[in-house]
């Protein structure tokens, strides 16, 4: 288990997939103030995640197009479960809708 507030950075091939270097990606993580923009906490593991939209052919498309597609770097929780693929700012508009309106 990493020591507390400890980054484990993504493997090389990652950085590949999504036409980053480890200097980029630490770039947008310090921009973020160094955890998840989604839960606003750092993982007690250290893991984060690359998340990138889910667009048609993205798995076709050299590593330098896909760094267009990369949209910051979360926890793998909130990747995993409130990013699901299909997201659009439409749908989490209409979650906020749907949660306030049963506000008690």
Known sequence: ???????RFPAKATLK???LSLKE?????RIQGNVCPICENF??????????EHVPKWKSKRPEERKKYVRGIT?????RYLLVRGMSVLKAK???K????YVT
């Open 75 to 79: 926890c793998w929780f909130c990747n």
């Open 25 to 29: 990606w630490k770039a947008i993580l």
């Open 94 to 96: 209409n979650i906020i």
């Open 17 to 19: 997939r999504y036409g």
């Open 1 to 7: 288990m990493p020591k507390k507030n400890t980054v």
């Open 43 to 52: 993982p007690k593991s250290g893991r984060f995640v690359t998340d990138h």
């Open 98 to 101: 749907y949660l306030e309106k």
